[in-house]
């Protein structure tokens, strides 16, 4: 299997722009996390998908991010108008189950710079 | 809320030295997490544990649920090994509000 796969690796904006990025889970995966990491606050979960249902967003900072999983097989994390304090790297990871119990498989992640 | 730390920070040692990283919560938790992130940037889950101790290779995890700690084992390490190590606890079910992250510890192992 090829992992779990991020796209675009890299990611520069100007600030009020939209910004979309995308997750492909490992085949089979039941759930799948957004997470933000940021050199003030670490790794944060924004949110988690557990077949296809967002089970718990609470970790999403604002409004301004929303995130879909349509299908088994894809997800996006979209951010609209980007700010400059959103500039971070953004990983999805995915795994068998439900997570806290199960290992978690990780993306490369999205380096994501707003100017 | 639980706290989660790690310690130490920082840790530079010498190619084949015995590696601890310590984990402390404040608060009973159902699991415990240990990831690697490596200088790239990459992450990868390396245990997952709520009881005991596992061990993989040159890795060992163990977890002391009655004390509050986990602490992470590298036998005879080597600079590959250098990562950053996150501690992850799960509170609960986990979900956003169930999950505390540690602040990373830096590993350089140095030839």
Known sequence: ?115 | KNEVEQSPQNLTAQEGEFITINCSYSVGISALHWLQQHPGGGIVSLFMLSSGKKKHGRLIATINIQEKHSSLHITASHPRDSAVYICVAVLGRGGADGLTFGKGTHLIIQP
């Open chain 1, 1 to 115: 299997d090829a992992g779990v796969i991020q796209s675009p690796r890299h990611e520069v904006t100007e600030m009020g722009q939209e910004v979309t990025l995308r997750c492909k889970p490992i085949s089979g995966h039941n759930s799948l996390f957004w997470y933000r990491q940021t050199m003030m606050r670490g790794l944060e979960l924004l949110i988690y998908f557990n077949n296809n249902v967002p089970i718990d967003d609470s970790g999403m900072p604002e409004d301004r991010f929303s995130a879909k999983m349509p299908n088994a097989s894809f997800s996006t994390l979209k951010i609209q108008p980007s700010e400059p304090r959103d500039s971070a790297v953004y990983f999805c990871a995915s795994s068998l189950r439900a997570w806290g119990f199960e290992k978690l498989f990780f993306g490369s992640g999205t380096q994501l710079s707003v100017l």
